[in-house]
C-alpha cells in the first residue's frame, strides 16, 4: 500500500466509514492472528489480543505518522499488544534482554558432522549431498508438510519465530521487520538466519525420513 | 565436497562458512567481494547449490502458509464485534 493510500484510508477511518475499517480488517487479520500466536499460545487469548490491538490502533491512530507504513505500525501495535497481553503472568522480558539470549545463541547452521573434520584434506566440505526437497505431489503429503513446518515456527525461541513470521510467511522485508520489532538490521539478519536455518533442518529431517536407503 | 582432485584454495570458502552466509546472500547484504568468493563457490559445488535450494524452498513453503488455525470464537462473531468496537470509538472520538 503506498503511503497515498495510507493516508486515504487513516482518513477514512476518522470519519467513521464503516467499509474502510471492514476492508482493513479483512486484509490484515490473518497476520494478526499469526503475530499474536507467536507470544500468546492459547487461541482464545490470542483472540483478545488481536481485539485490543484493533482497539489500540484505533484509539493511536491520531499518532500514526507517515514515516512507516500502515501496514507496519498495526503489525507494531500487534507485537506490543502481545507481548503486554502475558505482562500480568510473568515479568515483562524487555526486547534488548531477547535480542542479547537469541543472538547470542550457539550453534552453527548446519551440524558440523556433516561436515570433513579440521584432519581432512577437505576440511568444511559437505561430507554427503544434502537431499532435494521433493515437491509433495499428494494432498496428503502437502498437509503434512505444512503442518511439520507449522511445528518447527512454533518451536522456534519467540522473537526468531516473529522475524520469520514476518519476513517469510508474511512476506515482508527486513527493514520493516526491524521497525516493527525495533531491533537493529544486524540482529534482524541474524535472527532470521538463525529461525531458516533451523526450520530447514526439520523439513529435511521430515522430508527424507524413511527414504533413506 | 567429497573426491576432488585440486587442492582447496585457502581464500576460497569452503562449504561450512558458505551454509553461515545464505541469508545475509539472499538479503543482498554480503559485500561485493563476498559476494563474488559466494558465487564462486556455487559454480562448483553441487551440495552447497543443494542447500541454497532447500533454504529457498523453505521461504516458498513458509510464503504459502495459510492463516492460523481459525480462533474461536468464530469469524462471523469476530467481524461483528470489530464493527461494534469501530463504532463506538468513532462515537467516542466525535
Known amino acids: 500500500m503506498t503511503g497515498r493510500e495510507d493516508a486515504e484510508t487513516v482518513a477514512a477511518l476518522r470519519r467513521g466509514d464503516e467499509a474502510t475499517f471492514a476492508a482493513l480488517v479483512r486484509r490484515h487479520q490473518p497476520a494478526f492472528q499469526r503475530i499474536a500466536r507467536v507470544w500468546v499460545h492459547d487461541a482464545g487469548a490470542a483472540a483478545e489480543v488481536v481485539q485490543d490491538a484493533w482497539l489500540a490502533a484505533l484509539e493511536g491512530l491520531e499518532r500514526f505518522e507517515e514515516r512507516s507504513s500502515l501496514r507496519t505500525w498495526l503489525y507494531g501495535i500487534v507485537v506490543n499488544t502481545a507481548r503486554a497481553h502475558g505482562r500480568a503472568a510473568r515479568r515483562l522480558v524487555p526486547m534488548s534482554a531477547l535480542v542479547a539470549?537469541?543472538?547470542?545463541?550457539?550453534?552453527?547452521?548446519?551440524?558440523?558432522?556433516?561436515?570433513?573434520?579440521?584432519?581432512?584434506h577437505w576440511a568444511g566440505h559437505w561430507i554427503d549431498m544434502p537431499a532435494p526437497f521433493p515437491a509433495p505431489d499428494r494432498a496428503l503429503e502437502r498437509q503434512e508438510l505444512r503442518a511439520a513446518l507449522e511445528a518447527a515456527i512454533a518451536a522456534l525461541p519467540v522473537?526468531?519465530?516473529?522475524?520469520?513470521?514476518?519476513?517469510?510467511?508474511?512476506?515482508?522485508?527486513?527493514?520493516?521487520?526491524?521497525?516493527?520489532?525495533?531491533?537493529?538490521?544486524?540482529?534482524?539478519?541474524?535472527?532470521?538466519?538463525?529461525?531458516?536455518?533451523?526450520?530447514?533442518?526439520?523439513?529435511?529431517?521430515?522430508?527424507?525420513?524413511?527414504?533413506?536407503? | 565436497m567429497t573426491g576432488r582432485q585440486p587442492t582447496p584454495n585457502p581464500i576460497e570458502l569452503v562449504c561450512q562458512e558458505l551454509v553461515e552466509l545464505v541469508t545475509e546472500y539472499l538479503s543482498g547484504g554480503l559485500s561485493p567481494a563476498d559476494r563474488v568468493r559466494f558465487e564462486k563457490h556455487l559454480l562448483t559445488c553441487p551440495p552447497c547449490t543443494q542447500y541454497l535450494a532447500q533454504i529457498q524452498s523453505t521461504r516458498a513453503l513458509a510464503a504459502e502458509l495459510g492463516p492460523v488455525a481459525p480462533s474461536a470464537p468464530n469469524g462471523d462473531d469476530v467481524d461483528l464485534k470489530l464493527a461494534d468496537l469501530f463504532r463506538r470509538w468513532h462515537h467516542k472520538a466525535d
Open chain 1, 101 to 120: 539470549d537469541e543472538t547470542g545463541e550457539a550453534g552453527p547452521a548446519v551440524e558440523a558432522e556433516r561436515f570433513q573434520p579440521e584432519s581432512h
Open chain 1, 159 to 213: 522473537l526468531q519465530q516473529q522475524v520469520i513470521v514476518l519476513c517469510d510467511v508474511e512476506g515482508l522485508t527486513g527493514e520493516e521487520a526491524c521497525n516493527i520489532l525495533g531491533v537493529a538490521s544486524t540482529n534482524q539478519r541474524v535472527l532470521l538466519h538463525r529461525a531458516r536455518s533451523k526450520v530447514r533442518a526439520v523439513l529435511e529431517r521430515h522430508l527424507t525420513e524413511g527414504k533413506q536407503p
